[in-house]
């Protein structure tokens, strides 16, 4: 159980495209989805956490403008990559949390976007 | 704020071999201690975590850490290293008394187990 799937694994795109990228709790109901950001041999960071239905919360530094996440269902949340520039490839990853379960994040497999 | 620190960039050790792999935290109320492994362009894998009980807590994997309050600290551990251990291992903490579930990490340690 608790498995978090993100599609796509990868995506390369033209600078200024817009990337979305989808993260879905499998088995469960995520009240709470988080968004990541990690750059190679490098800790992972915080971008935004997410609540559903309601707006997310950015984390000092990150553009909400340029990072849109929706939340919009308890198993689905989607980041997008607005108008995304070569300095936005990275590994994107997302986790997300039950109620029940104290303090675990369950991460998804992670998205490598590349933009040329 | 809390915060964690992974004082080693890299761990070597030989197969066969114990291995220990250092965290330390801080924290304003009570932590919540977790460890993630992560293989080469995939996501993070829970191995295991202590939010109250016994200091000694065992995972998956045959990983096991110890909590220890007055040194502050979470080292990971596991009695015999396998090639396939092999990875990137990220400690990582929550506060009790901060209002919502953000998790903070560590630098990460690259465990390398030679054969």
């Known amino acids: 159980g608790a498995v978090v799937s993100q599609h796509p694994s990868w995506v390369i795109c033209k600078s200024g495209t817009s990337v979305k990228i989808e993260c879905r709790s499998l088995d469960f109901q995520a009240t709470t989805m988080f968004w990541y950001r990690q750059f190679p041999k490098q800790s992972l960071m915080l971008m935004a956490t997410?609540?559903?239905?309601?707006?997310?919360?950015?984390e000092q530094g990150v553009e909400k403008d340029k990072f849109l996440i929706n939340h919009a269902s308890l198993t689905l949340s989607t980041l997008t990559v607005t108008s995304a520039h070569p300095e936005d490839s990275s590994f994107y990853i997302c986790?997300?949390?039950?109620?029940?379960?104290?303090?675990?994040?369950?991460f998804g497999p992670g998205t490598r976007l590349t933009v040329l | 704020a809390q915060s964690v620190a992974q004082p080693e960039d890299q761990v070597n050790v030989a197969e066969g071999n114990p291995l220990t792999v250092k965290c330390t935290y801080s924290?304003?109320?009570?932590?919540?201690l977790f460890w993630y492994v992560q293989y080469p362009n995939r996501g993070l894998q829970f191995l295991l975590k202590?939010?109250?009980?016994?200091?000694l807590v065992k995972g998956s994997y045959g990983f096991e850490a110890e909590f220890n309050k007055s040194q502050t600290s979470f080292h990971l551990k596991k009695p015999s290293a396998l090639v396939s251990d092999s990875a990137l291992y990220f400690c990582?903490?929550?506060?009790?008394?901060?209002?919502?579930?953000?998790?903070?990490f560590g630098t990460g340690t690259r465990l390398l187990v030679s054969p």
């Open positions: 990582a903490v929550r506060d009790s008394l901060m209002g919502f579930q953000k998790l903070v």
């Open positions: 924290v304003s109320g009570n932590p919540y």
């Open positions: 202590y939010i109250t009980g016994d200091n």
């Open positions: 986790s997300a949390q039950d109620g029940t379960r104290v303090g675990e994040q369950f």
């Open positions: 997410s609540n559903e239905g309601s707006k997310a919360t950015y």
